[in-house]
């Protein structure tokens, strides 16, 4: 089977979506959402079509689209449904597949099911830490959990450079790092491809 590579992150807005972006143009890989929370007239899938350029990556429909933009289980709740963790069904494509979680791993889809029981043993996972106040805990605490839980796992730092954070997390938790998405005034395609190039080999050893 083709490879699939889950992107989750520390936390909400710490750029999971950019990063899933560059992982499908550097290795013309699919896309998936499984679970998509508000803004569904400009879902994150929307964005990663739009900043994808190659022709192979195919965009695949969220087993779920909630309205309101908070927690899953919150906001299906709002749409009078139940998430049902069995019908998060995997797209059936031969090729590789980019999953982007929604939030971090522990984020509730119903009263008894989180993200993180969506992932599959096989599942290689880049998580994606951007530093702020808390950042250290939160990315120690992602990578503990998912490593009791046995994932191939990879770090993506995201935003300004912070060395002290990234050192640190790098030395505490033996992972290995792609690299690192600067701050940006903005991603376009050309951005976008600018770093799928420099993360390929990287991502196709994953």
């Known amino acids: 089977m083709s490879k699939r590579i889950f992107v989750t992150g520390i936390s909400t807005d710490v ?4 990063a899933s972006a560059i992982i ?10 499984p679970v998509q929370s508000g803004d569904l007239d400009y879902s994150d899938t929307h964005k990663v079509k739009e900043l994808v350029s190659n022709p192979d990556t195919k965009f695949h429909p ?14 299906a709740a709002i749409d009078g449904i139940t998430i049902e963790s069995e019908k998060i069904l995997e797209p059936d494509t031969q090729n590789t597949l980019v999953i982007e979680g929604a939030g971090g791993l522990l984020v509730p889809l119903n009263d008894h099911s989180t993200i993180l029981d969506i992932l599959k043993p096989e599942y290689k996972v880049v ?3 951007r530093h702020y106040l808390g950042s250290i805990n939160h990315t120690l605490l992602t990578i503990d959990l998912l490593k009791q839980k046995g994932y191939n796992i990879s770090i993506l730092f995201s935003g300004k450079e912070h060395p002290t954070t990234e050192q640190i997390i790098q030395k505490m938790t033996g992972v290995p790092v792609i690299g690192r998405i600067d701050e940006e005034k903005g991603f376009s395609k050309e951005v976008i491809r600018r770093y799928a190039d420099h993360f390929r080999k990287k991502l196709e050893a994953l």
């Open 15 to 18: 750029g999971k979506t950019i």
């Open 24 to 33: 499908a143009e550097a290795l013309k890989a699919d896309y998936w959402k």
């Open 62 to 75: 969220n087993s779920y689209a909630l309205k309101v933009p908070i927690s899953p289980h919150a906001s």
């Open 127 to 129: 998580v994606v830490s």
